[in-house]
């Protein structure tokens, strides 16, 4: 009933784009600070970027800072990330995920999480 699903990911070169898309159904994001994420093999996830509920301030990690953009679309309930001069080390899994006090906070909670869309940056 309940669900946070991600997509567009896929198999992209080096210097590539991507849209990752976020869509929630049986509840709304608007509400929530949205937390992308990343996971490699072998590698501990990692914090990609966050969007708070309001104001539209967001904030990234400085391995992504100028080639990545979070935003809202609040008429389809979705957030996205505009991946752009796509890098080997990008290569993760990425999942969305929400925090219910609406910050993008040192040490806040997810407790929503997508099923995660995979990213492969390679020649």
């Known amino acids: 009933q309940l669900q946070l699903v991600e997509s567009g990911g896929g198999l992209v070169q080096p210097g590539g784009s991507l849209r990752l898309s976020c869509v929630a159904s049986g509840f709304t994001l608007d509400h929530y600070a949205i937390g992308w994420f990343r996971q490699a093999p072998g590698k501990e996830r990692e914090g990609v970027s966050c969007?708070?509920?309001?104001?539209?301030?967001?904030v990234y990690a400085d391995s992504v800072k100028g080639r990545f953009t979070i935003f809202r679309d609040t008429e389809k309930n979705a957030v996205y990330l505009q991946m752009n001069n796509l890098k080997p080390e990008d290569t993760a899994v990425y999942h969305c995920?929400?925090?219910?006090?609406?910050?993008?906070?040192?040490?806040?909670?997810?407790?929503?999480w997508g099923q995660g869309t995979q990213v492969t940056v390679s020649s």
């Open positions: 995920a929400t925090e219910a006090w609406g910050l993008c906070h040192i040490g806040a909670v997810y407790d929503k």
């Open positions: 969007i708070i509920s309001s104001g539209g301030s967001a």
